[in-house]
Nanobody, 126 residues
Framework: QVQLVESGGGLVQAGGSLRLSCAAS??????????MGWFRQAPGKERDCVAA????????YYADSVKGRFSISRDNAKNTVYLQMNSLKAEDTAVYYC?????????????????WGQGTQVTVSS
């Protein structure tokens, strides 16, 4: 299991930027042994993966809706994964969750991830 704590959410105007951080503490395994993902869930909608990064950071996944605007990265020395969000739109408004997985499919789903953070609210005003 790994404990995850997100930070960096808030209120931003459309076109603006936010950077989310997720600090991890893993018991028994190193942070670098986990693939990491960022999910979001808007009211009344399913929780969807917006970005994921594999163990060394050499491979990433982005949902079509955020490609070219969001960037996921990780610092294994700091046990932290980041989500840089640029050109934010009103439809990006959601609770954003960080999650950790031991095994990850090419197109990540919630079922891949065994550990979740508590979420951080991102609100984009139009």
């Amino acid at each position: 299991q790994v404990q995850l704590v997100e930070s960096g959410g808030g209120l931003v105007q459309a076109g603006g930027s936010l950077r989310l951080s997720c600090a991890a503490s893993a018991s028994g395994r190193t942070f670098s042994s986990y693939a990491m993902g960022w999910f979001r869930q808007a009211p009344g909608k399913e929780r969807d993966c917006v970005a994921a990064i594999w163990w060394s950071g050499s491979s990433t996944y982005y949902a079509d809706s955020v490609k070219g605007r969001f960037s996921i990265s990780r610092d294994n020395a700091k046990n932290t994964v980041y989500l840089q969000m640029n050109s934010l739109k009103a439809e990006d408004t959601a609770v954003y969750y960080c999650a950790a997985a031991r095994v990850l499919k090419v197109v990540p789903t919630t079922a891949d991830f065994g550990s979740w953070g508590q979420g951080t609210q991102v609100t984009v005003s139009s």
